[in-house]
């Protein structure tokens, strides 16, 4: 059994797997069952000026017969009072001292303001706060969230703010809706935050109705802008994680959200430089208990890795994420089809035909029987085929020698210009 | 067997509900999980195991997208009996046994989404295909089952004048009238003929060419002939108390229980089927249904050698059939009353030979002869050819098997046309309604290409 207790800028929890401020963290009942359950760690859901909600919130985009590939929402902030979310959490904490429990705080972007609300919270003995400059919608149309979000030196003043009275531990959680997230994160780092958190809903529409021509969802005939989340993002907040991890100008600890289900996505997170995780849409799917998974996955994968700590895991692959200009352009690999476990659906050939080299033929062999071949000094290693292939371990991916020493575009292109004694195309970072 | 079947007293009404479809459909959950499921091969070996050549995994993505009217279609397009296929295709030596699942987890269930498919098409009421522009051609089909229909339909579709002339009171063939209703309703082949209908296809049933209408008119009057006549009743299989009460012909048995009510001779007794293909398993399957208290499927062969499909011997077994493997019948022993008492039966065993047909030859163990108690006797040995309406129309065959040219889907008379069972020979196992569907859409492709071979070389010679 390794130890899967983490300590983000000073909160600790028993393992990495928190809530995400989200409804599943509105009230004490609701977290406390989660506790119940095993998480970690809870973000309440974002105290501030109580709201009012639309009926009819949630929408999901359902995929090839799966449930919930992504998920839409257009809920606010909590829409109760502050007096009975702090006596909830008080209560909670008291109950499960041992777990994380953070408030997540939306006010207008006024020095007084954050500093009231800090205060108060934490005497109620929240472990940290985190601020939420990333809803999308509602709140961003108010100036709050996002549209603190999308404003660097918004970030970091209110930030500033709160860190002038705060004595928790301060996580800033940033939007994706942004050009560069490296940006707000550096400036949330400037501000004072102690982590920062990522990543919140993205922009979205979740369908239409082709029957009724309504929004999906709608409200009464109208829709707005949700934020996006759930598997489908888990891409989108990889990269912007390990973008803030590899910039050493952001240089503190981050808290990893978006789609994370599995505790392999969690992994996956925490190697490419996040501390801890945060799950929302995972839970809201299946319910609290998918955690008793996440936490015995994640136990059995350090065992079976020989690691003592989950924190060991923390950041392994962030060296290994790079510029574009820094990859090798000599490496090569071509695709090798596997005869006795290619089960002949043809999807590598028709996608490799139709849509990159052309180096997948459909032959008969010496038995009669149909066999697929690559024909690899065609093949560019795309890693197509072996995508679409259903058959387990039919294609591999096989690294072959190209005969040439690394190299590199940038390194090519300055080795072109030292030759030139002129300047050369502009690298590519 | 002395099982829970049988009753005090029997009605027709009580052994409707054995008769109802037996499997039942897709829910629109389950279809949608198994359409997701397809890969969507490419060059995809269903299709090449399909004999109408259906394009699978494009109507399984129409069901997939949601798009019934033109999965329904895509299937009915290669399949004018697509439905009724849907049911009494033997899908795991066809499509399903193509399917590249096979291999990795569980074929794709074809059949049953296909019946899904086409089940949404008979519940909506809509019109997939549609005449094509009149041709001024007319084209006599002789028989109204899977192949006469099937050519009715393309050659509708291609413009021409058709008209179908059935024995029968109802078209469809062996769909309509051949096959148990637990595994294949009548409605649903019916669907079907009413499909060729909406198309302009004139079905004229009660009307049996050499009586209700002569050879020479029909040459007369047509431009072309189609002769899909399908195959007749079982032959006699010439043994002594052949004629007794309680003998029964397997195929006019499964027709009593598709037209009217259901017969009750069965109820209560010990039943002997002779034969061991799928007509012979339906006979089987069937007196089971009918109440029947026991029944024994007499074989002079073994499993190995029997024609019935796996799925339809293992049907059998479920349902409570018991198998008398090598043994045959010798003569049917009768009561003082002139009814069927019992069959007597001799032992047999495979030689080391083999047959014509390489199969085992099958040689009685002599003094093994014994009575087995029964009170009817289901005849299933085949079935008998049409000779004399083939006599009739003139045409060459081999013993009732008509023969065809592969090219030109022609038979010895350029003029008529041939397809379906009549042109099915023996040795080629089991005749399957989505061959005769296939054959006949190939002679309406035959008939297309000679009139418009015949056009071309007339506005040739006109320049």
Same mark, same amino acid.
């Given at each position: ?15 990495p ?6 409804? $599943? ?20 859901? !974002? ?14 985009? %359902?995929?090839?017969?799966q ?21 909830e ?11 994380a ?35 999308p %919608? ?5 100036? @709050? ?6 404003? $660097? ?22 939007t ?38 309504n ?6 005939g ?45 992994v ?16 809201? %799917? ?7 998974? @996440?936490?015995?996955g994640?136990?059995? &994968?350090?065992?079976e ?44 050939h028709?996608?490799?035909?139709? !849509? ?40 591999? @991916? ?8 690394? @190299? ?13 004694g ?8 | 067997m002395e ?6 007293s ?22 949608? #999980? ?5 890969? &969507? ?59 590249v ?5 569980a ?81 649903v ?32 009057? &047509? ?11 079982? $032959? ?26 259901l ?24 007196s ?13 062969? !073994? ?7 796996d ?6 077994k ?28 001799i032992?047999?065993t ?22 087995? $108690? ?12 049409h ?11 081999e ?14 008379d ?15 196992? #089991?005749?399957m ?8 859409k ?22």
């Amino acid at each position: 059994m390794a130890d899967l207790s983490i300590d983000l800028a000073g909160i600790k929890s028993p393992n990495p797997f928190w809530l995400a401020s989200a409804p $599943p963290t509105n009230t004490g009942y609701q977290v406390q069952r989660a506790f119940e359950a095993g998480w970690g760690g809870a973000v309440w859901k !974002t105290l501030g000026d109580p709201i009012i909600n639309t009926s009819s919130r949630f929408a999901a985009v %359902h995929f090839n017969g799966q449930r919930v590939a992504g998920f839409n929402n257009i809920e606010l902030i909590t829409d109760r009072p502050l007096e009975v979310n702090l006596k909830e959490i008080y209560e909670t904490k008291k109950r499960f001292p041992d777990r994380a429990v953070v408030a997540s705080l939306m006010v207008e972007p006024k020095r007084e303001k954050w500093h009231e609300i800090v205060k108060r919270v934490e005497d109620v003995g929240v472990d940290g706060l985190e601020l939420n400059f990333g809803c999308p %919608h509602g709140m961003a149309e108010r100036g @709050m969230g996002a549209a603190s979000g999308q404003q $660097p030196d918004l970030v970091e003043s209110q930030t500033y703010w709160v860190k002038e009275v705060a004595r928790t531990p301060v996580i800033v959680k940033l939007t994706p809706n942004i050009t560069d997230i490296t940006v707000v994160a550096r400036h949330a780092a400037k501000g004072g935050a102690d982590a920062v958190s990522m990543i919140n809903t993205i922009n979205s529409l979740a369908g239409v109705d082709i029957h009724t021509w309504n929004t999906i969802p709608h409200v009464g005939g109208k829709g707005a802008h949700g934020g996006y989340c759930g598997p489908a993002v888990k891409p989108i907040a990889l990269s912007m994680v390990a973008e803030c991890a590899r910039d050493s100008r952001v240089g503190i600890p981050i808290s990893g959200i978006g789609g994370i289900s599995t505790w392999q996505d969690a992994v996956e997170f925490m190697l490419m430089g996040a501390t801890g995780v945060q799950v929302c849409t995972a839970v809201m %799917h299946h319910g609290f208990r998918i955690v008793e998974d @996440m936490i015995d996955g994640l136990n059995n &994968y350090l065992d079976e890795k020989g690691l003592a700590s989950v924190t060991e895991l923390t950041g392994k692959s962030v060296e290994r994420y790079s510029n574009w200009g820094d990859l090798n352009l000599n490496y090569k690999v071509v695709a090798r089809i596997n005869t006795d476990k290619c089960i002949n659906c043809n999807k590598c050939h028709i996608a490799c035909e139709d !849509t990159s080299h052309q180096c997948i033929d459909m032959l008969t062999g010496a038995d009669g029987k149909a066999i697929l071949k690559v024909r690899e000094e065609d093949c560019v290693g795309c890693n197509l085929c072996s995508i679409v292939c259903p058959a387990e371990g039919a294609i591999d @991916m096989v690294e072959v020698d190209s005969g040439e020493v690394p @190299m590199t575009w940038n390194e090519r292109q300055q080795e072109i210009a030292r030759l030139n004694g002129s300047h050369s195309e502009a690298e590519v970072v | 067997m002395e099982s829970s079947r049988t009753f005090n007293s029997w009605s027709s009404e009580r052994l409707v509900d054995n008769f109802v479809e037996f499997e039942p459909g897709l829910t629109a959950k389950g279809a949608m #999980e198994e359409s997701n499921r397809c890969l &969507y091969c490419y060059d995809a070996p269903c299709i090449k195991a399909c004999p109408t050549g259906i394009n699978i995994p494009s109507f399984i993505k129409r069901i997939a997208a949601n798009n019934m009217k033109g999965a329904a279609r895509s299937i009915m397009e290669s399949n004018p009996v697509g439905a009724s296929c849907s049911r009494v295709c033997p899908t795991e030596e066809l499509c399903e046994g193509a399917c590249v699942l096979n291999q990795a987890s569980a074929p794709i269930q074809i059949g049953l989404l296909q019946r899904y498919a086409t089940d949404w098409a008979r519940n909506h009421d809509v019109q997939l295909f549609a005449p094509g522009a009149s041709n001024g051609k007319k084209v006599a089909v002789i028989g109204g089952g899977p192949a006469g229909l099937s050519a009715a339909r393309e050659l509708a579709r291609g413009g021409f004048s058709v008209v179908v002339f059935e024995a029968r009171e109802m078209a469809g063939g062996l769909d309509t009238y051949g096959i148990v209703s637990f595994r294949l309703p009548q409605s649903v082949s019916l669907w079907e003929v009413e499909q060729v209908e909406k198309l302009g296809v004139e079905i004229r049933t009660g009307v049996k060419v050499g009586t209700g209408i002569s050879v020479d008119q029909l040459k007369e009057e &047509y431009d072309a002939i189609v002769l899909a006549a399908g195959m007749g009743y079982v $032959p006699r299989i010439g043994i002594e108390g052949e004629e007794l009460e309680g003998v029964y012909d397997a195929i006019r048995l499964v027709e009593a229980t598709k037209t009217g009510n259901l017969p009750l001779e069965l109820a209560g007794k010990r039943v002997a089927v002779i034969g061991a293909g799928n007509t012979a398993i339906d006979a089987a399957t069937c007196s089971v249904r009918l109440g029947a208290a026991n029944v024994k499927m007499v074989y002079r062969r !073994t499993r190995e050698e029997m024609t019935a499909y796996d799925f339809e011997f293992e049907f059998a077994k479920q349902e409570g059939v018991e198998f008398s493997w090598l043994t045959m019948p010798k003569r049917i022993i009768s009561d003082a009353d002139g009814k069927v008492a019992a069959l007597e039966c001799i032992r047999m065993t495979l030689a080391g030979e083999t047959g014509k047909d390489g199969r085992r030859v099958p040689v009685e163990v002599e003094g093994s002869e014994f009575e087995m $108690p029964v009170e009817a006797v289901v005849v299933a040995i085949g079935q008998e050819r049409h000779t004399e309406l083939i006599d009739l129309l003139g045409i060459e065959h081999e013993r009732g098997v008509v023969k065809i040219d592969e090219a030109t889907r022609r038979t010895s008379d350029p003029q008529i046309y041939a397809a379906g069972d009549i042109i099915f020979g023996s040795g080629q196992g #089991e005749a399957m309604v989505v061959s005769a569907a296939e054959q006949g859409k190939q002679a309406a492709y035959a008939i297309s290409r000679y009139f418009a071979g015949q056009e071309d070389s007339v506005i040739e010679t006109a320049v």
